[in-house]
């Protein structure tokens, strides 16, 4: 059976770009109503209806007011429903309480788009939010998207459409801005006509009611006018389709968010403003890095990156090379980029050699490389020459200050050659007023991004390595569970001891039940024994050996310190005997009587190493959050720590430890003997596994896990379970899906595995592609590819780090080795996705294709899809075959030369 086919070349984004995205009736509508368009001067009715007559855009406007006839000389309409003809994009003007019936009225016109200006929704109080919950129902069982209520509306510059009640029209350009406040997007417009700053979108988008900023992303990401997209950001909303569209686009690009209230008093401001939570701080910045979002805190820092991200290469690494011809400037700039993290290159010793036949005797022999005073053009081309090729330098910063013997347009003219000639980013300091004006624009002309400051220009590297950072990691999504049975969890273990507590009506697990919990996901516990009296206590002791540690066992008490619960270094029985009364009294009177539970006996563990904390607690937005840092009893003296998202492997978990200032001593100071940092990702790994799977965990915390260069131990352990009704929030990553894991029998008895592609497949995904014949290329993708294309790391880096939430791609593995791959992807906005097989020519013909399918029927099913389309070529027939064995109806397109075929689920 040849494989099916696709008539793009097998990547999401290529099968995304050839279908009409759902958001297109906001940007490139053929017919705009303005429902609540009035004459009133002043009045936003009045305002948005003159926009869009004012800046024509291709289109027709139609006023709606029952009560006129015309609006500003244009025939108005008593309802959208007697419009003649269809409308793509209706704008509501109209007082908050219509808004529910307007609704029904465009969907029942068939509006594909809707703008609700309007204010009064739940930012207004409980009456708003019955407005929303009314909307929202309507919009449940219909195509009609909206973007807002109480928003300021948008503006596609290219095509000239301004919906909006904003006193001027953006200027077009290559930044996509989104914001959640009208009242910055305006003063954004404003200082954008001032300093001709253009966009290929300007959106805002009020409360998100239903499109929110995933939708936008994903828009932005298709529309090959934007190079950037900028986001001004007070809630979230839906945080997992934002993090999924941001990891989805951020490769290709920058996405850069300034998100406001980072303290207490502005996220209270930003709460009462958008109605929403802001959510913490810490975990925002956690989940912009998984998801490869830039964070910024300045406006201008926005658009500083947006120029610099779309002229220059990003930064492989954080050292950067400043020349310069006076010190002092340098100076600013060092100290800048030494306290944002980043690092000065060193000279490498070929650099020094050939900068000493350049310079005068007096240069700084260092970096900064000071080419001192009187330095004209041609000594400034010629020492950026050299320093470029400084195989220790990850970019440069070349720094002019205005001296009577500098020439600032000159030397100017004399760096253009540069601007992409170095591979590494190069930034320019000109400072000066007027005289090196001319200089400036030359450099900006020439795609080297020029600051009035060098320690701005510093803090711009810094961002620009954050971003390449930040995307390092990007899709890196584990594998969970797929290492061998013998080391994957006790998941049926875990799941018992849960329910065991849980039906006995506890939410807080005793330190035993932890640590067996621990266990069952292999993270080393001490050995613990349970002694509720005091001749329990110390047969405990005599068979676990002296020295032992007693703590307290309660099924209520949290913090065993905070009464006296626990006792060290007890050397023989009599000791045991009393730290046995000494807990009991100590509880008794501290808490009371009824919290003694007895006490666990545990060796005294005698390593020398670290105390860390490894710990998930819940984000009211994200979900589970993970902490790792440093542990003991004073954890919240010295909060150090560093906050991620599960799921994790050893590169995202290498990533956490090295936020901590525990990292550096984990690595061996001193003389002292490292940890063994690989087992420790493995350890933060399991954890994360164990969050992710055990959902009814609310609260974990391992305080402290000893790390010694001997061995990884979780002295204590410390597990909040949810209560029967709680609600439990999803994980704002999705996991790698272990339910879709099953075998499969051949034909000819050959066992495989069935399993969802992950990232550790990409050089079994190599192997496969050297397998493949050139009829097979060629019925899959409908064109020759040639093998070093299908190979390229990017693309299949692409192919293999998905977005479980996005696509499904299922891979049929015979001895570690792929032999077929099955895709479903997700088109955007709606409720089908798309289909594509790739079996090897040995495979063929053996059924797996048609167990590929079937199985992604399944997963489609499962994931309430309404359809699921393929494009296939005439001639293959045995794909035609497998697709009418499994339901599918196929139509030949003439016109386009394919056979379709679709699968309705519904």
């Known amino acids: 059976m040849p ?101 029904g009225e465009c969907i029942a016109a068939g509006v594909q788009g809707a703008i609700i200006i309007s204010a009064g929704f739940k930012e207004a109080g409980e009456a708003g939010r019955e407005l929303e919950r009314q909307v929202r129902e309507q919009l449940r069982h219909s195509q009609l998207r909206v973007i807002g209520p109480n928003c300021l509306g948008v503006m596609a510059p290219r095509t000239g459409l ?31 006509l001032k300093e001709s700053v253009g966009f290929s979108a300007f959106v805002s988008v009020g409360s998100m009611l239903d499109v929110g900023w995933g939708d936008l992303i994903d828009h932005l990401c298709d529309d090959p006018h934007t190079h950037s997209i900028v986001i001004y950001m007070e809630s979230v909303g839906d945080a997992r389709a934002f993090l999924s569209a941001a990891r989805e686009v951020t490769l290709r690009k920058p996405v850069i968010v300034i998100k406001a209230g980072r303290t207490e008093a502005a996220a209270k401001a930003a709460a009462s403003h958008t109605g929403s939570l802001s959510g913490s701080d810490d975990v925002l910045d956690a989940a912009f890095r998984r998801s490869g979002v830039l964070r910024v805190t300045t406006i201008s820092d926005v658009f500083h990156l947006a120029e610099v991200l779309a002229k220059q290469p990003r930064p492989r690494g954080p050292r950067l090379t400043i020349l310069t011809n006076a010190g002092g400037p340098a100076v600013l700039a060092t100290d800048a980029l030494i306290t944002l993290g980043c690092e000065l290159a060193p000279l490498a010793p ?34 950026v020459e050299i320093a470029a090729q400084d195989p220790t330098s990850d970019g440069l910063l070349v720094v002019l200050t205005p ?144 020295p032992v540690v007693l703590k307290l066992h309660s099924l209520t008490v949290t913090h065993k310190t905070d009464v006296g619960g626990v006792r060290l270094n007890l050397a023989d029985a009599e000791a045991v005997r009393q730290a046995f009364q000494g807990i009991a009294t100590s509880v008794r009177e501290r808490a009371g009587a009824e919290h003694f539970g007895g006490v666990t006996v545990q060796p005294m563990v005698r390593l020398t190493g670290y105390e860390l904390i490894l710990g998930s607690s819940v984000d009211p937005q994200f979900g589970p959050v993970l902490l790792f840092g440093t542990g003991g009893q004073l954890v919240e003296v010295f909060k150090d720590r560093a906050l991620a998202l599960p799921p994790l492997n050893s590169t995202l978990a290498r990533r956490l430890m090295e936020q901590t200032r525990i990292y550096t001593a984990l690595k061996g100071v001193r003389g002292r003997r490292p940890v063994d940092l690989n087992a420790l990702e493995q350890l933060l790994t399991r954890f994360s596994q164990l969050v992710v799977e055990q959902p009814w965990i609310e609260e974990i915390d391992i305080n402290p896990l000893l790390a010694a260069p001997e061995q990884l131990l979780a002295l204590d352990a ?69 093998l070093s294309e299908r190979t390229a790391h ?79 070529l005439p001639n293959n027939l045995g794909m035609q075959r497998v697709c009418t064995k499994l339901g599918f109806q196929l139509h030949h397109d003439q016109d386009e030369g394919i056979v379709k075929a679709t699968l309705d689920l519904t």
Not at 353 to 377: E, F, K, R, V, Y
Request: glycine fraction near 8%; charged fraction near 20%.
């Open 794 to 872: 990017e693309r299949l880096s692409r192919l293999c780090h998905i977005d479980y939430d996005r696509e499904m791609a299922l891979v049929a593995s015979r001895e570690h080795e792929i032999i077929a791959v099955g895709r479903l992807i997700k088109l955007h906005g709606g409720h089908t996705a798309e289909f594509a097989l790739l079996v090897g020519d040995r495979y063929q013909r053996a059924g797996l294709g048609t167990e590929l399918l079937r199985r992604l029927v399944e997963i489609g099913r499962q994931e309430n899809l309404r359809r699921i389309v393929a494009d296939i």
């Open 718 to 786: 410390r597990v909040v379970l949810y209560g029967a009704d709680a609600v439990r929030p999803r994980l704002a990553i999705c996991p790698y899906p272990q339910q879709h894991v099953a075998p499969w029998t051949m034909r000819d008895g050959a066992a495989l595995i069935i399993r969802p592609i992950r990232p550790e497949d990409e050089p079994a995904m190599v192997r496969f592609h050297h397998a493949l014949s050139e009829q097979t290329v060629y019925q899959r993708y409908l064109h020759a590819l040639q």
């Open 403 to 546: 001296q009577d013997m500098t020439d600032p347009t000159q030397t100017a003219e004399h760096l253009k050659p540069y601007a992409q000639k170095t591979g590494k980013p190069l930034l320019a300091s000109w400072m000066g007023g007027a005289g090196v004006a001319a200089g400036q624009d030359i450099l900006n002309r020439a795609g080297i991004p020029t600051f009035a400051y060098p320690d701005t220009a510093a803090r711009v590297f810094h961002f620009m390595w954050r971003y390449t950072y930040n995307l390092h990691g990007l899709f890196e999504t584990p594998a969970l569970g797929t290492d061998g049975e013998d080391a994957a969890p006790d998941r049926a273990r875990a799941e018992a001891l849960l329910a065991s507590v849980r039906e006995s009506g506890r939410q807080l697990l005793t330190e035993l039940e932890s640590k067996q919990l621990l266990a069952a996901y292999r993270i080393p516990t001490v050995p613990t024994e349970l002694a509720q009296s005091e001749a329990a206590a110390v047969q405990a002791a005599e068979r676990i050996g002296y």
């Open 350 to 383: 070929e650099t020094v050699t050939a900068l000493n036949g350049l310079l005068p005797p007096q240069w700084s022999h260092n970096n900064p490389i000071d080419i001192l005073g009187d330095a004209g053009p041609e000594r400034y081309a010629q020492a």
């Open 162 to 192: 301004n919906a909006t009640f904003a006193a001027g029209m953006a200027r077009p350009g290559n930044v996509g801005f989104i914001s959640q406040s009208g009242a910055l997007l305006t003063a954004i417009l404003d200082w954008s």
């Open 3 to 103: 494989p099916a086919t696709n008539i793009n070349q097998g990547t999401t984004q290529d099968i995304l770009r050839t279908r009409k995205h759902p958001l297109n009736a906001f940007f490139t509508p053929r017919s705009v109503a303005v429902i609540g368009a009035t004459e009133t001067p002043h009045s936003v009715g009045r305002t948005v209806l003159w926009n869009l007559i004012a800046n024509p855009f291709g289109g027709t406007v139609f006023p709606v007011n029952p009560k006129r006839p015309s609006v500003l000389g244009i025939k108005a309409y008593r309802s959208i429903a007697e419009i003649p003809g269809a409308v793509d994009l209706a704008v509501i003007v109209t007082p908050a309480p219509a808004v529910p019936g307007i609704i």
